[in-house]
């Protein structure tokens, strides 16, 4: 049994839809517009991988009808907010068989805590053909990213945190992931970006690339919020013996005056294409130039997430890849 890496190949992704105007009280229709366009550009008019838009009710799955291309799946099914890579089911592969692996869910340490977040991910994965395993510890799946050759980078600041396991240390962690993953080695990096709800999750800080090899930002400018965060984080992966490539920062971005956790690192890599996050920053086309180099056969598109960032994230946090087997 393993968790295969996300450039591997898929099957299908769920994407989830934004609709609660509490949750979304600015930009919500900006937001949905960039949602769909994720979807369209994953799909890429069904050559790509099947796509399931999750939407909380029928009168998302209305709005969202409209923007996407017809190849793009309407699912219902009710959830608190849309970022399915934590509250949607891991899954692993282990011969002719999948896995749906739900952990514990809490709110990202209670701070956010709504009705339908706890149980989405068994939900999704009850029709298909996937066992379903239960874990009785808390983890979100944008807290860790894998190689699919056993190896795991993460973060302290969110994994030890004592708002999710208390008490939990490092070995114990190693041994809870190894059971339920199958991971051999993880690369404790220390602090995620600043101002991120999350706590610090590691897909807006440092994504495998490659088997054995992580990207990980690299300030441009000295008033960079994260420029420290992001050399700790590139020295530690370093010293863990990964190959260390490094991609332009988004920079200090800011939304009413406040920092925030801007991050092309957010990218999710499909069968056939990857979708980078788009701030209007300067380094918007430069990151989508890095990334490119690293998927030579896969078409990097660079999209608009300026109103999804008014959420706290952007496209790998909404989605949750099925491993085709």
């Known amino acids: 049994m393993r968790w295969p890496a996300e450039w ?3 099957e299908a992704v769920w994407i989830g839809f934004p609709g609660n105007a509490e949750e979304w009280p600015e930009q919500l229709a900006e937001a949905q517009r960039e949602v769909a366009a994720f979807a369209n550009a994953i799909c890429d008019d069904g050559k790509g991988e099947q796509v399931m838009l999750v939407c909380r009710d029928q009168s998302d799955a209305d709005r ?5 291309h017809n190849q793009v799946d309407i699912l219902i099914e009710p959830f608190g907010d849309i970022w399915l890579r934590d509250t949607g ?19 990202w340490g209670r701070k956010f805590e709504m009705a339908g977040d706890q149980d989405i991910g068994q939900r999704l994965a009850a029709p298909t053909e996937m066992s379903i395993i239960s874990h009785d510890w808390v983890l979100e799946g944008g807290a860790i990213d894998g190689d699919g050759a056993g190896y795991l980078v993460t973060t302290e600041q969110c994994v030890l945190n004592s708002n999710r396991n208390k008490n939990m240390n490092k070995e114990q962690v190693l041994k809870k992931l190894q059971q339920a993953l199958n991971i051999e080695n993880i690369c404790w990096l220390g602090d995620g970006l600043m101002a991120d709800h999350t706590d610090g999750h590691v897909d807006n800080l440092a994504r495998f690339v490659a088997v054995g090899k992580v990207a990980i930002p690299e300030a441009g400018e000295a ?9 700790d984080a590139a020295s530690r992966a370093a010293s863990a013996g990964l ?3 490094r991609i332009p920062s988004a920079g200090r971005y800011e939304i009413d005056g406040q920092v925030t956790p801007a991050s092309y690192m957010n990218f999710y890599i499909g069968n056939k294409v990857v979708a980078v996050p788009q701030y209007g920053a300067k380094s918007d086309d430069a990151a989508v130039q890095v990334i490119a180099e690293l998927f030579p056969k896969r078409k990097v598109v660079g999209l608009s997430s ?12 909404i989605s949750q890849q099925i491993p085709k087997l």
Request: glycine share 14%.
């Open 64 to 68: 969202a009808v409209p923007l996407v």
């Open 306 to 317: 300026r109103a999804l960032l008014h959420g706290g994230g952007s496209f790998h946090c």
């Open 8 to 10: 591997e190949s898929h």
């Open 243 to 245: 190959d260390v490539v």
């Open 89 to 107: 089911p891991i899954i692993t592969v282990d011969g002719n068989d999948r896995q749906a692996h739900g952990f514990d869910f809490n709110g």
């Open 223 to 231: 008033d960079d919020p994260n420029g420290d965060i992001f050399d």
